[in-house]
């Protein structure tokens, strides 16, 4: 299947940082979503991008669709602890009806 | 309460034996999906359904099977054909979006680890 590029694939920082991550394709994608999954639980979405330079915020969260339509950007600002967890990206490509790709995903840890 | 309930949470079964994963959703949503997640990975795709009575494979569909009978459930069986079937099993429901009806919002339930002894 088609395949999504999620960078870094952890990050550790300190309480209070901002932290970026991003999704890259070489397709053209028509909606791109972010989502966090704590351990032992199902994805929860925090962000959904429907246009070409859409920037959304959603709390300390800001997800951003890229003017090409081949990549994402989420990124917190002054993380605290409980940001704990991984975050996948996932994009809706136009000729894929209801089918969702997935990132691998950014497994973040919070230093207090 | 609105919502995808998985069930069970935690589910042991002998090597072997065929096992049914439970997904019902009471969102209305047309299309769900089943995604599998070994540890420290992301989410493949098993199977997913658009509508009631239709389905299509995911990029690992071997040694599992659907159906799609009712809108609100989308049982997973994982048969014995399944060579590695210990893992995380995720169910999701989507509902689609925008102005153009375009674009697909998709919500998990709180997953089924399996273990295969």
């Known amino acids: 299947g088609q395949q999504l590029n999620q960078s870094p694939q952890s990050m550790f920082i300190q309480e209070g940082e901002d932290v970026s991550m991003n999704c890259t394709s070489s397709s053209i994608f028509n909606t791109w979503l972010w989502y966090k999954q704590e351990p032992g639980e199902g994805p929860v979405l925090l962000i959904a991008?429907?246009?070409?330079?859409e920037l959304t915020s959603n709390g300390r969260l800001t997800a951003q669709f890229g003017i090409t339509r081949k990549d994402s950007f989420l990124n917190i600002s002054a993380s605290i602890p409980s940001d704990v967890g991984i975050y996948f990206c996932a994009g809706q490509l136009r000729t894929s009806g209801s089918r969702l790709t997935f990132g691998e995903g950014t497994q973040l840890t919070v230093n207090p | 309460d609105g919502g995808i309930t998985q069930s069970p949470k935690y589910l042991f079964r002998k090597e072997g034996q065929n096992v049914t994963l439970s997904c019902e959703q009471n969102?209305?949503?047309?299309?769900m999906y089943w995604y599998r997640q070994d540890p420290g990975q992301g989410l493949r795709l098993i199977y997913y359904?658009?509508?009631?009575?239709?389905?299509q494979k995911g990029d690992i569909a071997e040694g599992y099977s659907v159906s799609r009978e009712k809108k609100e459930s989308f049982p997973l069986t994982v048969t014995s054909a399944q060579k590695n079937p210990t893992a995380f099993y995720l169910c999701?429901?989507?509902?689609?979006?925008?102005?153009?009806?375009?674009?697909?919002?998709?919500?998990f339930g709180q997953g089924t680890r399996l273990t295969v002894v």
């Open positions: 359904s658009q509508i009631v009575n239709d389905f």
């Open positions: 991008l429907y246009k070409a330079g």
């Open positions: 999701a429901s989507s509902i689609v979006r925008g102005t153009a009806r375009r674009h697909t919002e998709a919500f």
């Open positions: 969102l209305n949503h047309d299309a």
